[in-house]
């Protein structure tokens, strides 16, 4: 089954752990993903660029609404993610314990659905 593990933290808190310990934890997120690699559970990763370049799109009543930034005003935002093929819930969360990220926020762990009609990759 696959699983995307939305990676959560709050970005000032990022940015306050200083260019060491950021490149340690980016060397470490690279390490897990050649380790899940390895196991057949990887499929894609990523880091996602600062909020402040983010952009959000609303449609009612068919007139478009374009707002700066995410969708939701939280302390947390979503930073990154991994998308894996885990074999149950219990595979996912070990995985995604083991993510760096999970040490200053929080790991989301959804199940994709399948949904028919779809392009493959």
């Known amino acids: 089954m696959k699983y995307i593990l939305l990676v959560h933290h709050d970005e000032q808190v990022l940015s306050g752990l200083g260019d060491a310990t950021l490149q340690q ?44 930034g995410p969708f939701a005003e939280t302390r947390e935002q979503l930073g990154g993610y991994f998308l894996i093929n885990a074999r149950d819930l219990d595979e996912a969360i070990n995985i995604a314990g083991r993510i760096p990220g999970a040490r200053i926020g929080v790991v989301e762990i959804r199940p994709l659905m399948e949904l028919a009609g779809l392009p493959q990759s």
Do not use: C
């Not at 470490?28 to 983010?54: C, F, K, M, W």
């Open 25 to 68: 934890m980016r060397a470490e997120s690279v390490r897990l993903a050649h380790q899940l690699n390895a196991n057949g559970n990887y499929l894609d990763a990523a880091p996602l660029s600062p909020i402040s370049t983010a952009a959000s799109v609303q449609v009612r009543d068919g007139k478009w609404f374009v707002t700066d």
